[in-house]
């Protein structure tokens, strides 16, 4: 089973940048969908961004398109989300999640999360006003 460490997180204001990684150890990241979820204070967690297996089908949340940019690179297991002109509706505990995919080069996409097998532990993004 895979394991996941996100990191990357911190204090920013308002139109600042930053970029969160999910280092994934025990497998490889290539087998697997990955998702980025947030969960803010007295809130349900909720999607940000999916990618598929194959990398071929990327789906983001219609308020972080153009601002969110979801990557991942195989060779360092590891993904990326980078976020630019951050608000404070942003602020939250951001996840990352994978779900093994059996069918190698598959392009489907998971927004639930009830559709992921694996979570790391989070990292907190906060935005000051």
């Known amino acids: 089973q895979v394991q996941l460490v996100e990191s990357g997180g911190g204090l920013v204001e308002t139109g600042g940048s930053l970029r969160l990684s999910c280092a994934a150890s025990?497998?490889?990241?290539?087998?697997?969908?990955m998702g980025w979820f947030r969960q803010a204070p007295g809130k349900e967690r909720e999607f940000v961004v999916a990618?598929?297996?194959?990398?071929?089908?990327?789906y983001y949340l219609d308020s972080v398109k153009g601002r969110f940019t979801l990557s991942r690179d195989n060779a360092k297991n590891t993904v990326y989300l980078q976020m630019n002109s951050l608000k404070p509706d942003d602020t939250a505990v951001y996840y990352c999640?994978?779900?093994?995919?059996?069918?190698?080069?598959?392009?489907?996409?998971?927004?639930?999360?009830?559709?992921?097998?694996?979570w790391g532990q989070g990292t907190q993004v906060t935005v000051s006003s």
């Open positions: 999640a994978a779900r093994e995919v059996f069918f190698l080069g598959s392009s489907d996409y998971y927004v639930r999360p009830n559709d992921y097998h694996v």
């Open positions: 025990g497998r490889t990241l290539s087998r697997y969908a």
């Open positions: 990618t598929s297996q194959n990398g071929g089908s990327t």
